[in-house]
T-cell receptor, first 117, second 113 residues
Framework: NAGVTQTPKFQVLKTGQSMTLQCAQD?????MSWYRQDPGMGLRLIHY???????DQGEVPNGYNVSRSTTEDFPLRLLSAAPSQTSVYFC????????????????FGSGTQLSVL | AQSVTQPDIHITVSEGASLELRCNYS??????LFWYVQSPGQGLQLLLK??????LVQGIKGFEAEFKRSQSSFNLRKPSVHWSDAAEYFC???????????FGIGTKLQVIP
């Protein structure tokens, strides 16, 4: 199993550009989420999804869009990048389809380091 | 809404010494509590978790944590630190069955010979 795969690992954007951070998991997990990690601020939840077709906002959703058309994929879109979005982004998943929902651990991807100039 | 406080941003310990990392949470009911570790350039890995039952929880790599309801704390401990334990440690609290997990700001651990 590959687990949670994030692409790209590094990205540099200019202010105003758009891009999509990809996240895929092969563990049949229902729950997927996006976090950003900034020095001195820990990880902050951007958006999350509890299943295909269902998404919701986390703590810091402004400037980001998500969709969940399949169980496996949960892309994060930056429509117009801003320097304040320079960060390390982590995708995480948990929960097995068909099983009773419990607070299982989060499986994290290896991160995407994004710089917006 | 739930919150997590990790009061120590940096901690330095000597190899072989004991370690305690502090974590306090704020939540109205019994929370789901986690400790994660992040090595440089890596994603987060679960060390241990507490849902219910025995308040002393054993995790991987020789770590343990104790849930104290009266103090709203979930401190992480290790009796003897190894150089490979140098990393950043995050305490987290989860609410409900949908894994809406809130993380603390992290404690960076430095291990000196």
């Amino acid at each position: 199993n590959a687990g949670v795969t994030q692409t790209p690992k590094f990205q540099v954007l200019k202010t105003g550009q758009s891009m999509t951070l990809q996240c895929a998991q092969d563990m049949n997990h229902e729950y997927m989420s996006w976090y950003r990690q900034d020095p001195g601020m820990g990880l902050r939840l951007i958006h999350y999804s509890v299943g295909a077709g269902i998404t919701d906002q986390g703590e810091v959703p402004n400037g980001y869009n998500v969709s969940r058309s399949t169980t496996e994929d949960f892309p994060l879109r930056l429509l117009s990048a801003a320097p304040s979005q320079t960060s390390v982004y982590f995708c995480a998943s948990s929960g097995l389809r068909g099983q009773e929902r419990t607070n299982e651990k989060l499986f994290f991807g290896s991160g995407t380091q994004l710089s917006v100039l | 809404a739930q919150s997590v406080t990790q009061p120590d941003i940096h901690i330095t310990v000597s190899e072989g010494a004991s370690l305690e990392l502090r974590c306090n949470y704020s939540y109205g009911a019994t929370p789901y509590l986690f400790w994660y570790v992040q090595s440089p350039g890596q994603g987060l890995q679960l060390l241990l978790k507490y849902f219910s039952g025995d308040t002393l929880v054993q995790g991987i790599k020789g770590f343990e944590a104790e849930f104290k309801r009266s103090q709203s704390s979930f401190n992480l401990r290790k009796p003897s630190v190894h150089w490979s334990d140098a990393a950043e440690y995050f305490c987290a609290v989860g609410v409900g069955g949908y894994q809406k997990v809130t993380f603390g700001i992290g404690t960076k651990l430095q291990v000196i010979p």
